[in-house]
């Protein structure tokens, strides 16, 4: 199919930015498909996965193109980069227009990887990539790509539309073992999981139960002075500089999400929460502190799951005693 033809599909971009840019460059029908789905609750049914995505963001967006008005004719055509936020982005969309009877023969996916360094902000190589965008390239390689759209296999296709099912099942263990087996076409389940892992409780080896380590990370950055999660972020130290690494992946505004939830936990006063010097400023608007009892939680570990809040990831939940999974240390995940 010619470019012209191509600029009258529907397109979706999985990156912030090309939306506009592609209405300028030409498309007449661009969709906005991009949403943080490596933390919160996701879910197989679109209009329960909306309601759910909402009421963990407290949002009232409706930013999802499957619940738009936006025609979903064929050929669609996908553009994606190796970003693990886009990845998963592209597994649901697969998985979504499956169900609309869209054939996999009419979604042509464009995968880009990584622009040359120069193009990026950040030479160093992040653990995960979760910084890669399409608007990264050059008008002229986006059309380049465009001019040599071709569909997935139908093998492909499929897997893709396995991984999101796996995704938002409650038994993590398929997705897991896909993780660690890998998928061929899917090089981001590695990475993937090393992220979705720091998530979840850990088991030692003599049986004791830890934190995850973003949480042991960011009660690590807490102490019995009063800090916002922006002055967290802004601490001249390692630790602040793992926490940036963990948050280029969630959006910075999980962070806040997180300490609400340490603050508003009711098996133990783990955090306190006062109000901040800016309450229209999320990374601002409280002030949190570790007690005395949070500090021993961080050093000494749980003696069960419910000390902790839960934490909704894909289709299942972190320290949820229902679903008591910790992460073992050859990286698996069991039942307590």
Same mark, same amino acid.
């Not at 720091?198 to 950055?221: A, K, N, Q, V």
């Given at each position: 199919m010619n470019?012209?033809a =191509?600029?009258g599909?529907?397109?979706v971009?999985f990156s912030a930015g090309?939306p506009?840019r592609?209405?300028r460059m030409?498309?007449?029908?661009v969709a906005?498909g991009?949403?943080?789905l490596l933390v919160?609750?996701?879910?197989r049914?679109v209009?329960?996965h909306?309601?759910?995505r $909402?009421?963990?963001w407290g949002?009232?967006?409706e930013w999802?193109?499957?619940l738009?008005?936006?025609?979903?004719?064929?050929?669609?055509v996908? /553009?994606?980069?190796?970003?693990?936020?886009?990845r998963?982005?592209?597994? @649901?969309?697969?998985? /979504?227009?499956r169900? =609309?009877?869209v054939a996999c023969?009419?979604?042509?996916?464009?995968?880009f990887?990584?622009?040359?360094p120069?193009?990026?902000?950040?030479?160093?190589?992040?653990p995960?990539?979760?910084?890669?965008?399409v608007a990264h390239?050059?008008?002229?390689?986006?059309?380049?790509h465009?001019d040599?759209? $071709?569909p997935?296999?139908?093998e492909r296709?499929d &897997?893709?539309v396995?991984? /999101?099912?796996?995704y938002?099942d409650?038994?993590p263990?398929?997705?897991?073992?896909?993780?660690?087996?890998?998928?061929?076409?899917?090089?981001?389940?590695?990475?993937?999981w090393t992220?979705?892992s720091?998530?979840?409780p850990r088991?030692?080896?003599?049986g004791?139960?830890r934190l995850?380590r973003?949480?042991e990370?960011?009660?690590?950055?807490?102490?019995?002075?009063w800090?916002?999660?922006l002055?967290?972020?802004? $601490? &001249?130290?390692?630790l602040?500089?793992?926490?940036w690494?963990f948050?280029?992946c969630?959006?910075d505004?999980f962070?806040? =999400?997180?300490l609400?939830?340490?603050?508003?936990?009711?098996s133990?006063?783990?955090?306190e929460?006062?109000p901040?010097? &800016?309450p229209?400023?999320?990374? @601002?608007s409280?002030?949190y502190?570790?007690?005395?009892?949070?500090? $021993?939680?961080?050093d000494?570990g =749980?003696?069960q799951?419910?000390?902790?809040?839960r934490l909704?990831?894909?289709?299942?939940?972190?320290y949820?005693?229902s679903?008591? /999974?910790v992460?073992?240390?050859?990286?698996?995940?069991?039942?307590?």
């Amino acid at each position: 199919m010619n470019r012209s033809a =191509l600029w009258g599909a529907t397109h979706v971009a999985f990156s912030a930015g090309m939306p506009e840019r592609l209405l300028r460059m030409g498309a007449a029908h661009v969709a906005r498909g991009f949403d943080c789905l490596l933390v919160g609750p996701s879910r197989r049914d679109v209009e329960e996965h909306l309601r759910e995505r $909402q009421a963990w963001w407290g949002s009232s967006e409706e930013w999802d193109p499957f619940l738009s008005d936006l025609r979903w004719e064929p050929p669609i055509v996908l /553009w994606v980069s190796t970003c693990l936020r886009e990845r998963v982005d592209l597994w @649901k969309t697969c998985s /979504w227009m499956r169900r =609309l009877g869209v054939a996999c023969q009419d979604v042509l996916v464009l995968e880009f990887e990584p622009a040359p360094p120069s193009a990026t902000v950040d030479e160093r190589p992040p653990p995960f990539d979760c910084y890669s965008s399409v608007a990264h390239h050059p008008d002229d390689v986006l059309l380049e790509h465009l001019d040599k759209a $071709q569909p997935w296999s139908i093998e492909r296709y499929d &897997n893709a539309v396995r991984l /999101w099912d796996s995704y938002v099942d409650e038994d993590p263990f398929p997705f897991v073992e896909s993780c660690i087996r890998g998928v061929v076409g899917f090089p981001e389940l590695a990475p993937m999981w090393t992220l979705l892992s720091s998530f979840f409780p850990r088991m030692t080896g003599e049986g004791c139960l830890r934190l995850s380590r973003f949480d042991e990370l960011i009660l690590m950055l807490l102490s019995s002075e009063w800090k916002t999660p922006l002055s967290m972020c802004g $601490q &001249n130290s390692q630790l602040a500089g793992l926490l940036w690494e963990f948050l280029d992946c969630t959006g910075d505004l999980f962070l806040p =999400l997180r300490l609400e939830h340490w603050a508003e936990h009711k098996s133990s006063v783990v955090v306190e929460r006062t109000p901040g010097p &800016n309450p229209d400023e999320p990374m @601002k608007s409280f002030a949190y502190r570790l007690t005395e009892r949070g500090t $021993q939680l961080r050093d000494r570990g =749980l003696e069960q799951l419910a000390e902790a809040p839960r934490l909704p990831i894909a289709g299942t939940e972190a320290y949820a005693p229902s679903a008591p /999974w910790v992460l073992l240390q050859d990286g698996r995940l069991a039942r307590l």
